[in-house]
């Protein structure tokens, strides 16, 4: 495993939703791929959307960028 998955299944064993946010986004931003990217800032997005993050319309306006809304 790499250290970023390992920092994800830790933030998700704690429910820290704001790391989750800031790790989905940072997994997106690593990809190698755009489809793996969506994936990763869609998880992100919803964990914005869930906390009332101010960060949610960022992550909107980049899969939108990429056709995914």
Known sequence: MTPLHDRLLDAHARDDRAGLITLYAE???????????CFFLTHAYVFALEKGDPVTDVLYQRLKAEGRV
Request: hydrophobic share 55%.
């Open 27 to 37: 997994a997106a931003d690593t990809a190698n791929d755009v489809n793996a990217a």
